[in-house]
């Protein structure tokens, strides 16, 4: 029996079409990034701008609780515990040495100055300086050690992040803005960060001090210390009432920040159109009203921290000045009453300092629960599902009755099925917009099929580690990205280059004397290999793949950017590159798709012919008509140029 693979079956079209138009990728009505993310607000009816500019923004967030994100936080943090608990002991250590600082000096002042004793005045002067200078020395060990745990484990929580990134599928890309990831994995991890930079954990040392002042004010004097705590119960209610609104400021913040980092993104990208377009001042006006909605939010913010700031002074003015009017109407020693100005000072500095830590930490919490949001994505790189049944060994790759859609409704494929031998050289044309490089993807499982099979050497692929299953692949695409470092580093694409193996790929395409003269496969390649030409890229590209030495080889239209100069370069290392390989074309010029051993057609999702290039020609219909008005011209263009 005779598979389809080895004998190409030639059938004619359905019909021709004049035009096709290309999947595209929309935002979503309704974006979900987690369990907690809730639509996106509007009326059912929305403009176009009204759409993109809520695909920027960031989606409402639901109720999170601070002790959940914590706990969450702590992994990250548990490595670093030792370092943390000796800064916690540290802070309980400096709290008692600000508690003794008014008894000394009271003692001073009523055993030394008042009672005429100057050594005494001394002793307590020195005792005095020595607490201050080990609180002091404490102090430093304790911020040093604190700011390294948040440093340390920070950067675990940004690996973390940047890796779970890399494990997201290329469908969850598709509709979200690179400024907006960007913003998870830089500014809301900083906002986490920086609970460490302004020493959170003092908030320990400032509850053990109110604790302490409270006693020690209660044993001094306790009709003092009622006086001064009168006030108090009126500051805690309005701390509790600006907190909810200091919480949403903040998530406000985050998500404006992430907006305006994704439109940053977007026009820096995008600049050569802008300026080609004379977009610049449409640019402006639409980052200006980003850039207003990030200054009121963070306006916001400023005005409740200054109510609250506000609060906490007036309360702190208003029971030194009920104490003082008090003293009129009861007596004191006078070590006493500085050493109860003293405490009540005190009092309210780490009542202060828990009110910053406190708008700090709604920063902070925002910012978790961004990253934290993301961290929930369910959608996963080739998640697991079951594989279909094993096929034959000696099929390269397979798609068995395929059908797919990047939107539900909108279907790419339909029930395609074609197969490749080991060895064989697959050619898929058709018009833009018939799924072609679709069927690439779906190879490398970069997005998951909704029904039929896809195989490689037999197995379906849902069976397949996603690392072992690209590792059989070597892909050449249209347009080539290059990370910025070397030639070499670009050509083993993320492995420790092998130089001897770099400069033979590079020969071999025809490469290597185009960049001997800019330091040969050291030379330098700047952003997105801004500094070479298209054609460059693409023989990087293909040294790349020659580098991979996989057994399959995709070429996704990998000379439709290219001169007729370069192409000629290439000619020779597509031939090397297929020798021995299985091979899947995705074609644009004549002179690739006659290498083909089988071409395969495509209109509108489906398979409607099949054949070798005579075959296709002598049928007639869909191929033969992409020849006649795309490929001839490529014959007729040199006879012109004569």
Not at 161 to 170: A, G
Not at 206 to 234: S, T, Y
Not at 398 to 426: N, T, W
Request: some cysteine; proline content about 4%; aromatic content about 6%.
């Amino acid at each position: 029996m005779t598979s389809s693979a080895e004998t190409p079956s030639v059938r004619a079209p359905a019909g021709i079409p004049t035009e096709s138009a290309s999947p595209t990728l929309v935002p979503s009505e309704e974006l979900r990034e987690g369990a907690d993310d809730a639509a996106l607000p509007g009326p059912p009816r929305r403009s176009a701008d009204r759409i993109l500019r809520e695909f920027h923004e960031e989606s409402a967030i639901g109720k999170v609780y601070d002790t959940r994100l914590m706990a969450r936080l702590w992994p990250f943090v548990r490595p670093y515990r030792l370092l943390l608990m000796a800064s916690a002991v540290v802070i309980v250590l400096t709290a008692f040495g600000a508690l003794m600082r008014p008894l000394i000096m009271r003692h001073a002042i009523d055993k030394g100055v008042l009672a005429g004793d100057q050594a005494t005045l001394m002793r307590g002067g020195i005792l005095l300086l020595l607490v201050v200078v080990a609180e002091q020395a404490l102090l430093f060990v304790q911020i040093y050690a604190f700011q390294i745990v948040g440093a340390r484990s920070m950067a675990d929580l940004r690996r973390h992040v940047f890796q779970f990134l890399h494990r997201l599928p290329l469908s969850y890309f598709d509709k979200q803005p690179v400024g907006r990831l960007v913003t998870r994995v830089t500014n809301d991890t900083d906002a986490i960060l920086e609970l460490f930079a302004s020493g959170a954990l003092s908030a320990i040392g400032d509850l053990v001090r109110l604790v302490g002042i409270v006693i020690l004010m209660v044993a001094l004097d306790w009709k003092l210390a009622l006086i001064g705590f009168a006030a108090a119960p009126p500051m805690a209610l309005v701390v509790l009432a600006l907190r909810p609104r200091m919480r949403e400021a903040y998530r406000d913040i985050r998500a404006k920040t992430a907006r305006m980092n994704a439109n940053m993104n977007e026009q820096v990208n995008g600049m050569s159109v802008v300026q080609a377009y004379r977009r610049q001042e449409g640019a402006a006006r639409e980052f200006d009203e980003i850039n207003r909605g990030y200054r009121d939010a963070n306006i916001a913010a400023i005005k409740w921290e200054a109510m609250q700031d506000a609060a906490i002074e007036t309360v702190s003015s208003v029971c030194l000045a009920s104490i003082i009017i008090a003293l009129g109407y009861h007596s004191a020693t006078f070590g006493t009453v500085v050493a109860f100005s003293a405490y009540l000072t005190q009092f309210f500095e780490p009542i202060a300092a828990l009110a910053q830590r406190f708008t700090l930490l709604q920063s902070a919490m925002a910012g978790a629960e961004r990253v934290f949001s993301l961290l929930d994505m369910v959608e996963r790189d080739c998640p697991e599902r079951p594989a279909q049944a094993d096929g034959d060994t000696a099929i390269a790759f397979e798609l068995d009755h395929v059908s797919f859609a990047y939107k539900p409704g909108v279907p790419v494929l339909r029930d395609v099925s074609f197969a490749a031998r080991r060895g064989e050289k697959i050619a898929l044309v058709g018009p833009t917009g018939s799924g072609k490089s679709t069927i690439a993807s779906l190879l490398l499982r970069l997005y998951e099929i909704g029904e039929g099979s896809v195989r490689v050497d037999g197995q379906d692929v849902a069976g397949i580690e996603r690392g072992s299953l690209r590792q059989r692949f070597a892909v050449v695409p249209q347009d080539v990205f290059l990370f910025p470092g070397t030639v070499a580093a670009n050509v083993a694409a993320g492995v420790t280059p092998d130089r001897a193996r770099v400069e033979t790929a590079l020969r071999r395409v025809g490469a290597f004397d185009l960049f001997a003269d800019r330091g040969g496969i050291d030379a330098k390649v700047e952003e997105h290999g801004a500094n070479f030409s298209a054609g460059e890229r693409q023989l990087i590209a293909f040294a790349r793949a020659l580098y991979r030495d996989a057994p399959i080889l995709i070429l996704d239209e990998a000379t439709a950017s290219v001169d007729s100069d370069t192409e000629a370069r290439l000619q020779h290392a597509i031939e090397e590159l297929m020798r021995n390989r299985t091979a899947l074309i995705i074609a644009h010029r004549l002179s690739t798709i006659r290498a083909a051993d089988r071409i395969v057609v495509l209109h509108k999702g489906q398979v409607v012919e099949q054949g070798s290039h005579e075959e296709l020609l002598a049928l007639g219909g869909l191929y033969a008509r992409l020849h006649e008005l795309q490929f001839a011209r490529e014959t007729q263009a040199p006879s012109a140029a004569e």
